[in-house]
Each structure stands twice: as structure tokens, then as C-alpha cells.
């Protein structure tokens, strides 16, 4: 859901902004998962790399 940006507040000056947002976290975790997979287990390492696709797809769209 989007806010309007009429309703969005501007960060005050010298406001930390945080370093990486929760989506690219939720991507980079899932990589790290899916490499840890893959090493263990490589003949499974096409059906990771179609999740983590799916996953970082739906990132995606939940940002749009």
C-alpha cells in the first residue's frame, strides 16, 4: 500500500536513514539461504535458484 505524498513526512535534517531497507535485507537473507542450500545439497541448485527468483519477484512487486 502506498502513502500518498501529501501524507509522507520528510525526514528531519540529520535524521539517520536507515542503511538497507527490510526488502533488500529479506532478498540478501534468502540469497545467503539458497548459497548454504546449493553447497550442501548441489543437485537441488536449479529448484533454489527458480525459489530465490520467486522470491526476489515478489519483492518486487510488493514494492510497486
Not at 502506498?2 to 509522507?8: N, S
Not at 540478501?28 to 541448485?45: F, K, W
Amino acid at each position: 500500500m502506498r502513502v500518498p505524498p501529501e501524507l509522507r513526512v520528510p525526514p528531519e535534517h540529520g535524521e539517520p536513514r536507515p542503511l538497507i531497507s527490510t526488502r533488500a535485507l529479506v532478498i540478501i537473507i534468502v540469497a545467503i539461504g539458497a548459497a548454504a542450500l546449493t553447497a550442501a545439497a548441489p543437485r537441488l541448485a536449479i529448484p533454489i535458484g527458480v525459489g530465490v527468483g520467486v522470491v526476489t519477484l515478489l519483492a518486487q512487486i510488493v514494492k510497486d
